[in-house]
């Protein structure tokens, strides 16, 4: 069974960090991406590290503050956020594709797999 786990979700104030990871089981993933919803809003894409190559991709909006990285060894991937701000609050999903490609990966229909979210609140 499949399965995608996020921890590290929490209340932090403005320009605070936080540490998110995403555990996963059943199976390996070539290419683990980061999702995020905050209220009222559609899920849109923050960060995945492409596997091959080890090239890493971000929405504009979390560019320099944010950073992907992977543990092979664990099947797991962290997502670092720094010097958060108000607007980063949202619940974060991790999820993985089967066949998942480069073209796609900005595409939450892409993926076929997804964690249950952790949330994440910056207060001002």
């Known amino acids: 069974q499949v399965q995608l786990v996020e921890s590290g979700g929490g209340l932090v104030q403005t320009g605070g960090s936080l540490r998110l990871s995403c555990a996963t089981s059943?199976?390996?993933?070539?290419?683990i991406g980061w999702f995020r919803q905050a209220p009222g809003k559609e899920r849109e894409f923050v960060a995945l590290?492409?596997?091959?190559?080890?090239?890493?991709y971000y929405t504009d909006s979390v560019k320099v503050r944010f950073t992907i990285s992977r543990d092979n060894d664990r099947n797991t991937v962290v997502l670092q956020l720094d010097n958060m701000k108000p607007e980063d609050t949202a619940v974060y999903y991790c999820?993985?594709?089967?066949?998942?490609?480069?073209?796609?990966?900005?595409?939450?229909?892409?993926?076929?797999?997804w964690g249950q979210g952790t949330q994440v609140t910056v207060s001002s």
């Open positions: 999820a993985a594709g089967d066949r998942l490609l480069l073209s796609q990966i900005y595409q939450r229909d892409a993926y076929d797999y």
């Open positions: 059943g199976r390996t993933f070539i290419n």
């Open positions: 590290r492409w596997r091959r190559g080890s090239n890493t």
